[in-house]
């Protein structure tokens, strides 16, 4: 039996039907008006269009699945199986949608979230996508870590395609790891759109690593933007090996003096896959730092478009900024399109640039390898593995990065012994 | 080494005058078919391989047919390419004429973007 | 239109001037502002061939059909309609340096070639409100067969040729502005060297704006056959004064196989002159491509040399130096396009921006699918002398072929602290130190300009670091 698929232009939405969505699941009034105003953002905002601006101009917009938005939407469960967590001290890590229904914990999450999600700034490429996101969302996880805490765990949230938040707060001084995973899918096209939030303090130290292991026909629309405060440092990780056709923006604001942000990303690419990042690193404070590194190994038909602007505004001093690119292709089919740009608006700077690469393999490096004699296969993975040692060694935790690692697996291979712990 | 033909009737012996360019679809695959000054026929693939332009909405001159969207030009019976901005040829496709009917080749396999 | 207001030049400076004989002097042009008429007059001063007047006039509509790119400089202030296409300076064609009008001499005088030198050099085409009024062509040149007149005379001498390549490296529907100057073009160089033959001495030319609202669409086509090589020279200048004018100029250069290209531009248009202007190579097998891209004055320049590589091993070279200052915006860069396998280019670019200056690079590295062992290296350096000053990397890749080697790096910087306190420590002054520290960021492209020129940039630096100009 055929079904004839409507071909839509954008996802649809509508304000009532956001509006009945958010009270059959018995939301705040203010999280219902929150919706609400989401949606008729929304509507006013033009949805992106390949031939207007630079940053969607590779995507393939007109054959998103605009009519298969997964939908999660989770049914009720205790908050005591979920093995999610409030403590006394204020740490708060719940998904978003149990946090009415759970008991109150201290102190006040519920304001906090709020005045969080009142926040709609985001990469201007994706200002629709977060909008519509801001009104429809079903999932998405709140991690609150307080002033002066140090939470030596890695704390771990799961994001399954859906049209997700993730928020995370880390306040002043404190400390904490954040491993988001995005898993699951169905065989059928899905349409998937995780927002991620990321609020740092003053002084405050996050690591956020993402691994996107998502099924192989499900498209991503997405969306991340961090905040940097005074002296706040921020080594942010995008592992990205799952999903058909993605597209997500990364947005950096630095407003405070002295903050640290380190955008790092692995890309394994493969089948025919299309991985599409755009990137806006916007420098104001003085003596801040903003790095991008961004590694792609791209195998089949793959490809990779990086799309990644640096500006330093001239009311900031001192500033250090460097995006770097490198995309190693490892079949005649792959294909990266690396666009660094730079846009400076003050000679007041410490350092700043930019490099980018594509290439095949360094025919001596693989001569050298194989000459040890491994043969070309297990010396290409070998070369791969190098490759991608220069991000993976930056994550502190041999937990996490042995995660990330089993990611990256079915792309990469595995080198078997030569895996420290 | 002759791997088989296969010719296919596409349009009229009148249906384009001398001078002209016109779309045609053949089997799902969308080509230009041109005529020149002379009475000849020849065919290639309908879109530009510069920027996808319509080949067979453009011009024909001499024996090039020029792209409408940036003006590069192609041969009408080799596919090569006569002027940039497009440096790839497109497929060309051999063509006979019989009992007043053009016929393509369509044993030809384009070249496929992916 | 606003004016701009023009700080007095010292007197060795001379580029730039008006000419108070010359003032008023033109003798025949176009009516103002652009129409099918205008074309088909131009078309008619110059006795065309018909199949010239009807592509004139196909590459008018297009344009109209066009707009103008949305990114890259601001735009907005051009009007197409308050613009004389069409200028005639003198009658007839000068063939004898006696035959030069007065005050077209007193001009080559300003431009320090006394009338010695002139004859001495290989072959300049003076190009004097957009039309050739003394040409001359050096007796081995015309004997080794060399081709060096104005476009005018090449379409009427040499039509067959002209009309082969014409048009086949930028159509005219490329863009809005490749339209335009298919339509209304006049004066610029023709040159065809034959198979094998090698130019020592640079083919120079000389442009010049005198009349106000002048548009200069010059179109340059220049056919290298296998293993020649020639070295072009343009540089241009205009006077002060008081309007915007344009400068929308296309240039074409096949390179064959084998053959080696050089085409050196330095630009100094006043800076009220927009500078849009499309330039393209081809080369092929075994051939060599090299643009030296030197812009400093204009209000508005977007230009992007560009070198298709379309047979093996063939290179492609872009050196490109760009200095803003107050109220300027140079958007330049550089193409290259990689359509066979082997082929190498390399992109360096150097830019300055001082005051309120903006300088953009904005280059494009495309590698075709197939292209197998290609390697290209693109370096783009900036130097913001001033807090105000901006400056921008647009570097574009689309590499679509794996077996290659393509690398992009970029920095910006400001003047070292330390570098300049080493230097006035040792006697010079802040602008003199920092009028060296500029050179010596330029110095890798200014050592491959003709030594007249390296000498000219080099002062034309001093004096825009020294605030006299803009």
Same mark, same amino acid.
């Given at each position: 039996?055929?079904?004839?698929?409507?071909?839509?232009?954008?996802?649809?939405?509508?304000?009532?039907?956001?509006?009945?969505?958010? +009270?059959?699941?018995?939301?705040?009034?203010?999280?219902?008006?929150?919706?609400?105003?989401?949606?008729?953002?929304?509507?006013?905002?033009?949805?992106?269009?390949?031939?207007?601006?630079?940053?969607?101009?590779?995507?393939?917009?007109?054959?998103?699945?605009?009519?298969?938005?997964?939908?999660?939407?989770?049914?009720?469960?205790?908050?005591?199986?979920?093995?999610?967590?409030?403590?006394?001290?204020?740490?708060?890590?719940?998904?978003?949608?149990?946090?009415?229904?759970?008991?109150?914990?201290?102190?006040?999450?519920?304001?906090?979230?709020?005045?969080?999600?009142?926040?709609?700034?985001?990469?201007?490429?994706?200002?629709?996508?977060?909008?519509?996101?801001?009104?429809?969302?079903?999932?998405?996880?709140?991690?609150?870590?307080?002033?002066?805490?140090?939470?030596?765990?890695?704390?771990? +949230?799961?994001? +399954?395609?859906?049209?997700?938040?993730?928020?995370?707060?880390?306040?002043?001084?404190?400390?904490?790891?954040?491993?988001?995973?995005?898993?699951?899918?169905?065989?059928?096209?899905?349409?998937?759109?995780?927002?991620?939030?990321?609020?740092?303090?003053?002084?405050?130290?996050? @690591?956020?690593?993402?691994?996107?292991?998502?099924?192989?026909?499900?498209?991503?629309?997405?969306?991340?933007?961090?905040?940097?405060?005074?002296?706040?440092?921020?080594?942010?990780? @995008?592992?990205?090996?799952?999903?058909?056709?993605?597209?997500?923006?990364?947005?950096?604001?630095?407003?405070?003096?002295?903050?640290?942000?380190?955008?790092?990303?692995?890309?394994?690419?493969?089948?025919?896959?299309?991985?599409?990042? @755009?990137?806006?690193?916007?420098?104001?404070?003085?003596?801040?730092?903003?790095?991008?590194?961004?590694?792609?190994?791209?195998?089949?038909?793959?490809?990779?478009?990086?799309?990644?602007?640096?500006?330093?505004?001239?009311?900031?001093?001192?500033?250090?900024?460097?995006?770097?690119?490198? @995309?190693?292709?490892?079949?005649?089919?792959?294909?990266?399109?690396?666009?660094?740009?730079?846009?400076?608006?003050?000679?007041?700077?410490?350092?700043?640039?930019?490099?980018?690469?594509?290439?095949?393999?360094?025919?001596?490096?693989?001569?050298?390898?194989?000459?040890?004699?491994?043969?070309?296969?297990?010396?290409?993975?070998?070369? +791969?593995?190098?490759?991608?040692?220069?991000?993976?060694?930056?994550?502190?935790?041999?937990?996490?990065?042995?995660?990330?690692?089993?990611?990256?697996?079915?792309?990469?291979?595995?080198?078997?012994?030569?895996?420290?712990? | 080494?002759?791997?088989?033909?296969?010719? *296919?009737?596409?349009?009229?012996?009148?249906?384009?005058?001398?001078?002209?360019? *016109?779309?045609?679809?053949?089997?799902?695959?969308?080509?230009?078919?041109?005529?020149?000054?002379?009475?000849?026929?020849?065919?290639?693939?309908?879109?530009?391989?510069?920027?996808?332009?319509?080949?067979?909405?453009?011009?024909?001159?001499?024996?090039?047919?020029?792209?409408?969207?940036?003006?590069?030009?192609?041969?009408?019976?080799?596919?090569?390419?006569?002027?940039?901005?497009?440096?790839?040829?497109?497929?060309?496709?051999? *063509?006979?004429?019989?009992?007043?009917?053009?016929? *393509?080749?369509?044993?030809?396999?384009?070249?496929?973007?992916? | 239109?606003?004016?701009?207001?023009?700080?007095?030049?010292?007197?060795?400076?001379?580029?730039?001037?008006?000419?108070?004989?010359?003032?008023?002097?033109?003798?025949?042009?176009?009516?103002?502002?652009?129409?099918?008429?205008?074309?088909?007059?131009?078309?008619?001063?110059?006795?065309?061939?018909?199949?010239?007047?009807?592509?004139?006039?196909?590459?008018?509509?297009?344009?109209?059909?066009?707009?103008?790119?949305?990114?890259?400089?601001?735009?907005?202030?051009?009007?197409?309609?308050?613009?004389?296409?069409?200028?005639?300076?003198?009658?007839?064609?000068?063939?004898?340096?006696?035959?030069?009008?007065?005050?077209?001499?007193?001009?080559?005088?300003?431009?320090?070639?006394?009338?010695?030198?002139?004859?001495?050099?290989?072959? #300049?085409?003076?190009?004097? =409100?957009?039309?050739?009024?003394?040409?001359?062509?050096?007796? =081995?040149?015309?004997?080794?067969? /060399?081709?060096? /007149?104005?476009?005018?005379?090449?379409?009427?001498?040499?039509?067959?040729?002209?009309?082969?390549?014409?048009?086949?490296?930028?159509?005219?529907?490329?863009?809005?502005?490749?339209?335009?100057?298919?339509?209304?073009?006049?004066?610029?160089?023709?040159?065809?060297?034959?198979?094998?033959?090698?130019?020592?001495?640079?083919?120079?030319?000389?442009?010049?704006?005198?009349? %106000?609202?002048?548009?200069?669409? %010059?179109?340059?086509?220049?056919?290298?056959?296998?293993?020649?090589?020639?070295?072009?020279?343009?540089?241009?200048?205009?006077?002060?004064?008081?309007?915007?004018?344009?400068?929308?100029?296309?240039?074409?250069?096949?390179?064959?196989?084998?053959?080696?290209?050089?085409?050196?531009?330095?630009?100094?248009?006043?800076?009220?002159?927009?500078?849009?202007?499309?330039?393209?190579?081809?080369?092929?097998?075994?051939?060599?491509?090299?643009?030296?891209?030197?812009?400093?004055?204009?209000?508005?320049?977007?230009?992007?040399?560009?070198?298709?590589?379309?047979? %093996?091993?063939?290179?492609?070279?872009?050196?490109?130096?760009?200095?803003?200052?107050?109220?300027?915006?140079?958007?330049?860069?550089?193409?290259?396009?990689?359509?066979?396998?082997?082929?190498?280019?390399?992109?360096?670019?150097?830019?300055?921006?001082?005051?309120?200056?903006?300088?953009?690079?904005?280059?494009?590295?495309?590698?075709?699918?197939?292209?197998?062992?290609?390697?290209?290296? /693109?370096?783009?350096?900036?130097?913001?002398?001033?807090?105000?000053?901006?400056?921008?990397?647009?570097?574009?890749?689309?590499?679509?072929?794996?077996?290659?080697?393509?690398?992009?790096?970029?920095?910006?910087?400001? #003047?070292?602290?330390?570098?300049?306190?080493?230097?006035?420590?040792?006697?010079?002054?802040?602008?003199?130190?920092?009028?060296?520290? #500029?050179?010596?960021?330029?110095?890798?492209? #200014?050592?491959?300009?003709?030594?007249?020129?390296?000498?000219?940039?080099?002062?034309?630096?001093?004096?825009?670091?020294?605030?006299?100009?803009?």
């Amino acid at each position: 039996m055929a079904i004839t698929r409507i071909r839509l232009e954008r996802p649809p939405l509508d304000r009532d039907s956001v509006e009945r969505f958010g +009270v059959s699941r018995e939301e705040p009034r203010w999280l219902i008006d929150q919706r609400v105003a989401a949606a008729e953002r929304y509507l006013e905002t033009p949805w992106p269009r390949t031939d207007v601006g630079e940053e969607w101009r590779r995507f393939p917009l007109k054959d998103v699945p605009y009519d298969a938005i997964a939908e999660d939407i989770p049914r009720p469960v205790p908050l005591a199986e979920t093995g999610y967590s409030v403590s006394r001290s204020g740490f708060v890590n719940l998904p978003i949608e149990m946090l009415w229904n759970a008991p109150e914990p201290t102190p006040k999450p519920f304001d906090l979230l709020r005045s969080l999600m009142e926040k709609t700034d985001g990469p201007v490429a994706q200002a629709a996508i977060r909008a519509y996101a801001e009104a429809a969302w079903t999932t998405g996880h709140f991690v609150r870590v307080p002033a002066g805490l140090d939470i030596p765990h890695p704390i771990e +949230v799961i994001t +399954v395609p859906s049209v997700s938040r993730t928020i995370v707060l880390v306040e002043r001084g404190a400390r904490a790891t954040v491993v988001e995973r995005l898993i699951g899918g169905a065989d059928e096209p899905q349409l998937a759109m995780p927002i991620l939030d990321v609020h740092l303090e003053d002084d405050a130290v996050l @690591n956020y690593v993402q691994i996107q292991e998502f099924a192989p026909s499900v498209w991503i629309l997405g969306s991340q933007q961090y905040r940097s405060a005074r002296a706040s440092r921020l080594e942010s990780f @995008n592992v990205f090996v799952g999903a058909h056709r993605a597209k997500v923006g990364i947005g950096s604001d630095i407003r405070g003096d002295g903050a640290v942000v380190h955008l790092n990303g692995l890309v394994a690419g493969g089948n025919d896959q299309k991985i599409d990042f @755009n990137v806006f690193q916007d420098l104001f404070g003085s003596h801040s730092e903003s790095i991008l590194l961004y590694l792609a190994a791209l195998y089949d038909h793959a490809k990779a478009v990086t799309y990644g602007v640096i500006r330093v505004e001239p009311e900031s001093r001192a500033t250090s900024s460097y995006q770097e690119c490198r @995309n190693m292709l490892l079949s005649e089919h792959a294909g990266a399109d690396p666009i660094p740009v730079l846009e400076i608006l003050t000679n007041d700077v410490l350092r700043c640039g930019h490099g980018a690469t594509a290439g095949a393999i360094d025919d001596a490096d693989l001569f050298y390898v194989q000459s040890r004699g491994l043969p070309r296969d297990e010396a290409e993975r070998l070369i +791969v593995r190098g490759f991608f040692e220069r991000v993976i060694e930056k994550v502190a935790d041999a937990d996490v990065r042995h995660e990330m690692l089993r990611a990256l697996e079915p792309r990469i291979g595995s080198i078997g012994t030569l895996e420290a712990a | 080494m002759a791997t088989s033909t296969r010719f *296919v009737p596409v349009a009229k012996v009148g249906d384009v005058a001398p001078g002209e360019v *016109v779309v045609i679809e053949a089997e799902g695959r969308s080509l230009a078919l041109g005529r020149t000054e002379d009475g000849r026929f020849g065919v290639i693939d309908n879109v530009c391989t510069h920027d996808g332009g319509t080949l067979g909405e453009g011009e024909l001159e001499g024996d090039c047919v020029e792209c409408p969207r940036h003006g590069g030009r192609f041969d009408i019976f080799t596919g090569a390419v006569c002027a940039l901005p497009p440096v790839i040829p497109v497929t060309a496709y051999p *063509v006979r004429v019989a009992d007043g009917r053009v016929e *393509v080749d369509l044993s030809v396999e384009p070249v496929t973007e992916e | 239109m606003t004016t701009t207001v023009q700080p007095q030049l010292p007197d060795n400076y001379k580029w730039g001037w008006n000419d108070p004989e010359a003032e008023g002097k033109t003798f025949a042009r176009t009516p103002k502002g652009l129409s099918e008429d205008v074309v088909r007059q131009i078309s008619a001063f110059k006795s065309e061939p018909e199949w010239m007047t009807k592509l004139r006039l196909k590459a008018y509509r297009h344009f109209l059909q066009r707009s103008l790119p949305t990114w890259g400089a601001d735009l907005s202030r051009i009007d197409f309609q308050d613009i004389y296409y069409y200028v005639l300076a003198s009658d007839k064609k000068a063939q004898d340096w006696n035959d030069v009008p007065e005050y077209v001499k007193r001009t080559f005088d300003k431009l320090g070639i006394p009338e010695a030198e002139q004859k001495f050099l290989a072959g #300049v085409g003076a190009q004097y =409100d957009s039309e050739v009024v003394y040409h001359n062509i050096r007796e =081995d040149l015309a004997k080794k067969g /060399v081709i060096f /007149v104005d476009t005018d005379t090449a379409l009427k001498e040499h039509e067959a040729l002209f009309r082969k390549y014409f048009g086949t490296v930028i159509p005219a529907n490329d863009n809005k502005l490749a339209a335009l100057n298919t339509a209304v073009w006049s004066g610029g160089s023709f040159i065809w060297v034959p198979e094998g033959v090698k130019v020592d001495i640079p083919l120079q030319a000389y442009f010049r704006i005198n009349s %106000e609202k002048m548009g200069q669409f %010059e179109r340059t086509l220049i056919i290298c056959e296998p293993g020649s090589q020639v070295h072009y020279v343009e540089g241009c200048t205009a006077p002060i004064y008081s309007t915007a004018s344009l400068h929308s100029a296309v240039v074409e250069i096949i390179v064959k196989k084998g053959a080696r290209c050089r085409y050196t531009t330095i630009q100094n248009w006043s800076h009220n002159v927009y500078n849009l202007v499309t330039k393209r190579a081809v080369a092929y097998e075994d051939a060599v491509m090299e643009w030296i891209d030197g812009n400093l004055g204009s209000e508005v320049t977007m230009k992007y040399p560009s070198v298709y590589l379309m047979g %093996e091993r063939a290179h492609g070279e872009i050196l490109s130096v760009a200095f803003a200052s107050d109220g300027q915006h140079l958007d330049a860069g550089g193409k290259i396009v990689h359509a066979a396998p082997n082929t190498t280019s390399l992109i360096t670019s150097k830019s300055i921006s001082k005051g309120n200056g903006r300088t953009s690079y904005r280059g494009l590295v495309k590698i075709y699918p197939g292209m197998r062992k290609s390697k290209s290296t /693109v370096r783009c350096d900036a130097l913001i002398l001033d807090k105000t000053a901006r400056s921008d990397t647009y570097p574009y890749m689309e590499i679509d072929e794996e077996d290659v080697t393509i690398g992009h790096e970029a920095t910006v910087s400001k #003047v070292g602290e330390e570098q300049l306190f080493y230097l006035m420590s040792r006697g010079l002054t802040e602008q003199e130190a920092t009028a060296m520290i #500029v050179n010596g960021f330029i110095e890798p492209i #200014v050592k491959e300009l003709p030594m007249d020129y390296a000498i000219e940039l080099n002062r034309l630096i001093q004096l825009q670091m020294q605030g006299a100009i803009g």
